[in-house]
């Protein structure tokens, strides 16, 4: 499925909409670079999950948790990870075999660890088509 946004509301709106449906269990692996509106989309991900509280950015931690949505959120950010192992450290088995919604930003760092039905959210600059516009691929693992 491809979304096309031409600005970030859209994308927040997009992002609301598939964590309003998000099931417990599942895996989202967000990918784009710099600036594309990952965070934009996490945070109307958040919000349709129920989520008050502001998202920041797990950078530093790896990980970050939110408990006061629907189901637990568990929000990662893979960028700075050096190696696969700094995810055994952390213990991530518990969070993506678990009983919350996971969303993994650069989650491409750790392809390996990713389960098979992960759903893979791409979002592109194009601009040719404007400074805001963003061209959003939605794959669902289970369908390829
Ligand atoms: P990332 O987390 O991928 O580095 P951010 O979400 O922090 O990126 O920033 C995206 C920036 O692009 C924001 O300043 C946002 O306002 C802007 N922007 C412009 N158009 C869009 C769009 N269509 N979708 C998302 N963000 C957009
Ligand atoms: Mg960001």
Redo the contacts with the bound molecule.
């Keep these: 499925m491809v979304i096309e ?4 509301k ?2 927040f709106d997009l992002g609301f909409e598939m964590g309003s449906k998000a099931q417990a269990g599942q895996i989202t692996c967000l990918l ?10 996490t945070q109307g991900f958040a919000k349709g999950l129920g989520i008050e509280e502001p998202i920041c950015s797990p950078t530093f931690t790896i990980v970050q948790e939110y408990h006061d949505g629907r189901i637990p959120f568990y929000h990662f950010d893979v960028y700075r990870i050096g190696d696969v192992s700094e995810m055994d450290e952390i213990g991530y088995e518990e969070y993506f075999f678990g009983d919350g919604v996971c969303l993994v930003e650069w989650g491409n760092l750790i392809q390996e660890l990713m389960p098979k039905e992960t759903i893979n959210v791409t ?1 592109e600059k194009n601009l040719k088509k404007g ?4 061209k959003i691929t939605v794959d669902n693992g289970f369908d390829c």
């Design positions: 946004t031409h600005n970030s859209e994308t784009g670079d710099l600036g594309v509106g990952k965070t934009v989309f979002l400074f805001d516009f963003r």
